[in-house]
């Protein structure tokens, strides 16, 4: 299983980006994703989960009502839209799956990781 991360930038505060994470080698309509974030000296923190095949999905509250999580399960892809961007979310950003459709706010419950994607936030 190969989870690819991609959409990061720069945006200034008040901007969107939209995050991508891919996947391969599997099939993963049971699988959960969980997006996390690791700003500089940081650990890395938990930022939403879903089960990949949709359903309800579980935000961090500093990122409720600014991002959103929804997917192409054609393309294997589950994306983050992140709008209202503040410097605080400056981070890599992180996807990473788990073959068990029970979402979890824990880094070490996934299995697979993306490499990161970078968002920076100029105020």
């Not at 200034?12 to 996390?36: D, E, H, I």
């Not at 600014?66 to 054609?74: C, L």
């Not at 839209?81 to 410097?87: A, G, I, T, V, Y």
């Given at each position: 299983?190969?989870l690819q991360a ?23 309509n049971s699988y ?17 989960a879903s089960r ?72």
């Amino acid at each position: 299983v190969q989870l690819q991360a991609s959409g990061g930038g720069l945006v200034q505060a008040g901007g969107s980006l939209r995050l991508s994470c891919t996947a391969s080698g599997g099939t993963f309509n049971s699988y959960a994703v969980g997006w996390f974030r690791q700003g500089s000296g940081k650990e890395r923190e938990f930022v939403a989960a879903s089960r990949w095949s949709g359903g309800s999905t579980y935000y961090a509250d500093s990122v409720k009502g600014r991002f959103t999580v929804s997917r192409d399960n054609a393309k294997n892809t589950v994306y983050l839209q992140m709008n209202s961007l503040k410097p605080e979310d400056t981070a890599v950003y992180y996807c990473a799956a788990r073959p068990d459709s029970l979402f979890t706010t824990t880094t070490r419950a996934y299995d697979y990781w993306g490499q990161g994607t970078e968002v920076t936030v100029s105020s």
